[in-house]
């Protein structure tokens, strides 16, 4: 099958690789969009240890499930892989799992490709009414709804919330946290072609350049740099909630001090459980998490360029989403 290969630091080609073989409990999917993620990015720039090179990138997916309960029918695939019987998984948090791994993390190959294969559990039926390159925004919403879910349930009274960064995964944070309940919620994004497609396209409210005084009962950084981490640390209340998502600095930026001095919980964040994923997708099918509309398509063989255009900011809409 024809795939996406990084073989070396913002290196991509089209290439032949084999096609996918399943294990017990295993379907192949037939893809039909992939979105490009910030870990994929990561990657790319040689800044991911986790994904050695060559590797095909990809896990945001949707596509046609070729065989099991959901055969010739349309699928988005949550691509954490869990035990299902390990004390994490037995607790909920599969996406802890001793056992987890990853499409797109060795052993398993990406979805930057004609076809992946995924467990059947993995797999969540599309309704009719939703095209699968929507359905393939539901893992960058998922992570969203799981930092909303875990800063809420930290802060429950919390009622003004600010978002760091204008990626997919703070726009979904941000949808997250207005469909569960903290509706006076604004983003804070510097690159202005994507702030404005934000506010004007995705109706988000972005706080001001300048936040002077300002302060939050709930901060999210989808940044995870030492920038961002400053401005979480100058602008969240005393008692307040910062959730950490993004991964761009390894360490720098938060001011341990007001931190301490002002009691504030630091919640790390990593992907979804699998009830956060379906939750997600129940929420995005209904309506709750607004027009699936912020991204642009662009033809896998395209990926290389794509790369690119992001890394140079050029990109509007939060996420390209590749169809082989
Ligand atoms: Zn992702
Ligand atoms: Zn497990």
Redesign the pocket.
Known sequence: MKAIILDAAQSLRLADVPDPDPREGEVIVRIEAT?I???DRLAYLGKDDRRPVPLVLG??AAGVATGGRFSGQRVVINPLIFCGTCEFCQAGQTNLCLYRENVSIPPRQGAFAEQVQVPERNLILVPDEVSTQQASLI??LA?GWHVARLCRRAFPRGRTALVIGGGAIGLSAALGLKAQGVTETVMAVSNPTRRAFLRDHCDQDMAPQDLGLAQFDIIIDAVGSVASRQMASAHVRPGGIIGHIGLDDVTGGFDMRRLTLHEVTIIGTYTYSAMDFEQTADAAFDGRLGPLDWFEVRPLEDAPQAFVDLEAGHVAPPRIILTP
């Open positions: 979105g993620c910030g870990a896990h945001e893992e960058p992570c």
